[in-house]
Structure formats: C-alpha cells, structure tokens
C-alpha cells in the first residue's frame, strides 16, 4: 500500500534463467532464498520447514545433499514443495547427479572443493540434458588451494577467476544456464568481488554475506552488503545467512527487498518514532505491543506509532494507518488525518480495529468514515500540550531582559 516509489538503481541488464517456475535475472523481481537446516532425508521436518520458509517470504529453498539418504530425501519432497529447491553440492559430484536424478529444481557446486574437470564437465552436461540451471557457489572461506595461492588470499579477483573457471567448465559441454555467487563473510571483500564479477560477466548473480553470523550482528553484516549492491542495480537474488532459524533469514530477504522498493510489500511494515523528550507514552512498549497484534494479522499495510500528537502524525502523514500519543489520549490517524481520539488503554486495539477495516473497505472509505469532530478534538489536545508551561528552571524573562540589553533591541523587558 506504499505511495512513494522511486526507484533505487538501474538494474544490470543480466541473462534469465529458471529455477522451476521462478525467474531469476533479467526482468524478474528479485528474489529471496534461504536453506533448510534439517536433514534433508527427514521428509516431514524439511517439508514443515519449507512451508515455513514459503510464509515468511522466501522464492526458492536450498536443501543440503550430502548422503544418499539426503538425495533420497529429496525425491520425496520435490513433488510435495511449495518452492522450487536447490541441492547443494560440496565434495561429491556423484551427489550432484542424484539430486538431478530426484527432480531438484537447481543446484548448488562449490568450485573450491568440487575440483576435478571431468566431474564439473559430467554434472553440467547431466543438468544440460535434464534442463536444469546451476549455481556456482564460490566462497572465499573455500577458495580452490592453487587459485587462493596464486593470489595470495582471497582477494575479489581470485573469487572472480574461480567463478570463471568454473564457466569454462561448463562452457566445454555447452551448458550455460547458470547464476553465480561469490560469498565472503568480509562484507567488503564481499562487496568489491560481486563488482568485479558484475563487469566480467552477464549471468544473474545470487547475493550474500556468508557465515554472516547470528542477529542482531548477522542481519547488520548481511545488510550492509547485499543492500550495497542492489543499490547499485547488482544482484538478482538474495540470502542471508544467519546464525538463526532459517524463517528469520527469509523474513529479514523480504523486509529488505521491500524496504527497497524490490518487491511489493506482502506483510505488516510498522514504523515507529525513535522517541524523545516530548513522547507521551513509552513508545516501544506500545510499538512491540502493536507489531505483535498486526503481524499476527499479516496485512500488507504500513502502521506507525508515534510518541506525540505535537509531531507525529505529521511526521507519519505517508503509513496508511497510525497512533500517535497526547496526555491519556491518542490520536488514530490515516494518511496524516486525524481520524479519531481513543483512550490512551485502547490504542493498540483501535490500531487492529481500523487496519481491518482498511483492508475491507480500502483507505478511502475509511476516510469518509472519519468520526465528526476528531480534528478538532485532536487540535485541541495539541494545543494543550504546547502550552503547558514546566517551572522555568532557566530564569527565561531575565535571559531575555539580559539580551535585549545587550544587543540593545526593543523593550528591556517586562
Ligand atoms: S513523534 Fe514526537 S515523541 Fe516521537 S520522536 Fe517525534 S517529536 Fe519525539
């Protein structure tokens, strides 16, 4: 429900390719990935957390296939996912082929440590032949020995030559359908390869800061580079790897693309005032309060909660709906205008009541439905506040006699 929308980059033009039925690069939304953390030969628990991830937001799920029970595990869940899945592959290249053989939707090599030629060759051409895209997953923490030696560490442009190895690989056997990433837990480091590979090449590029750590740090880190970049029009699809419940990296995917304007919004986005001096009520108990009402709700709607009634809905005049607090009193607002005065104990459960209604009716009936008078009885509150005085513990009047005497303007004072 957002009505300020400017663009945040031209985008790279990069080639698309399918991950199932989803599109990433080219014209396609950017989209939002996270990986399961059960073992993949656990059906149902990987199932129940594949649904998970669908519901906070995620496009696409990588599972790991690790073992044979892993890519026997994945036979089973590809035809009951909601979301296309990506294997990933480390070390085994005979695990590349039996999770093309189970239905995967992608999948996921590591050039660092799936190294030998014929291998790579053999998987592309299997995946070539079953039209299925590839991710070529560099990582810094596992470069390929000689290419991390050559360079003397892990330096963009090493990230960069193993990336482009692996195409040659594959570009041996005709196979070209792939997305590639090269990860660091180095946000710069991370930053300054994907730039360097966004040059040399024109494949849609999947974002993220790797081993990026548990919240609130993680999201920071992974925030900091993944939303550098697609400020830069880089990236076509993203994840964040947190230390944390897999949901948590689908919601913070989401919440980032939408707070950039990537993807339409889908959920509850709450704003909320940093508080100061002149707040009326606590205002993050209030705002904690609210969020865990609304989100329960899953509206695609923008709330705010705002500590007083001098500034805030003002300064919230663009969220559909908001609060802001007066003495005992607040005032529920949509769009800027004032459209109620509630008791202060009734303000969190005005905010649901009215969401509701906005999502029923839509904003401009709610307008219309402004109760006769709000205005006015929220003027008069403001004015209240704005003039009522606190002991003056600074001697104003003899400050002010002080300095027109000095500057020697105007009466001396009363
Ligand atoms: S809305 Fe009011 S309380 Fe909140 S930061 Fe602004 S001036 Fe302070």
Redesign the pocket.
């Known amino acids: 429900m957002s009505r300020t929308n400017v663009p945040i980059a031209t985008r790279r033009k990069s080639r698309q390719i399918m991950v199932g039925n989803v599109a990433v690069g080219g014209d396609a939304p950017v989209t939002v990935q996270s990986m399961t953390t059960t073992k993949t030969a656990d059906v149902e628990g990987t199932l129940a957390q594949i649904y998970a991830l669908a519901g906070a937001g995620a496009d696409i799920v990588r599972c790991t296939c690790n073992e044979p029970e892993a890519a026997e595990g994945l036979a089973r869940i590809v035809p009951r996912s909601p979301l296309p899945l990506v294997a990933d592959i480390h070390f085994h290249h005979e695990m590349a082929l039996a999770a093309l053989e189970a239905g995967v939707a992608c999948l996921r090599l590591n050039p660092g440590n799936l190294r030998k030629p014929e291998e790579i060759r053999l998987v592309a051409s299997e995946a070539r032949d079953r039209g299925v895209p590839i991710r070529i997953g560099v990582n810094a923490g596992s470069l390929h020995p000689e290419i991390y030696r050559r360079h003397g560490g892990a330096t963009p442009e090493a990230l960069v030559e193993s990336a482009l190895r692996e195409l040659d690989y594959f570009a041996e056997v005709g196979f070209e359908d792939v997305k590639i990433s090269v990860k660091a837990s180095n946000v710069a480091l991370m930053i300054s390869s994907y730039r360097l590979l966004a040059e040399a090449v024109d494949h849609p590029l999947h974002l993220g800061v790797t081993e990026a750590g548990p919240p609130p740090g993680g999201l920071v880190k992974a925030t900091a580079g993944i939303a550098a970049l697609l400020a830069e029009g880089i990236g076509d699809t993203i994840r964040y790897s947190l230390t944390a419940d897999p949901v948590e990296e689908a919601r913070a995917g989401r919440q980032l693309l939408e707070a950039l304007g990537l993807r339409e919004r889908k959920g509850l986005d709450l704003i909320a005032?940093?508080?100061?001096g002149?707040?009326e009520i606590d205002?993050i108990a209030v705002a904690n309060a609210a969020q865990q009402a609304l989100q329960k709700m899953d509206l695609p709607i923008q709330v705010a909660v705002?500590?007083?009634v001098?500034?805030?809905p003002g300064?919230a005049r663009e969220a559909d709906l908001g609060i802001?607090a007066g003495k005992h009193r607040g005032h529920l607002f949509i769009r800027g205008k004032i459209v109620r005065v509630v008791p202060e104990a009734d303000m969190v459960q005005a905010l649901v009541t009215e969401a509701e209604k906005i999502m029923e009716e839509g904003v401009e009936a709610r307008l219309a439905a402004a109760e006769q008078g709000a205005e006015e009885a929220a003027a008069a509150d403001r004015a209240e506040l704005m003039s009522s005085k606190r002991p003056d513990v600074n001697a104003s009047e003899q400050r002010i006699t002080s300095i027109r005497r000095r500057l020697d303007t105007g009466p001396a004072g009363p």
């Open positions: 005032c940093p508080s100061c002149r707040a205002v705002m500590g007083c001098v500034n805030g300064e802001a």
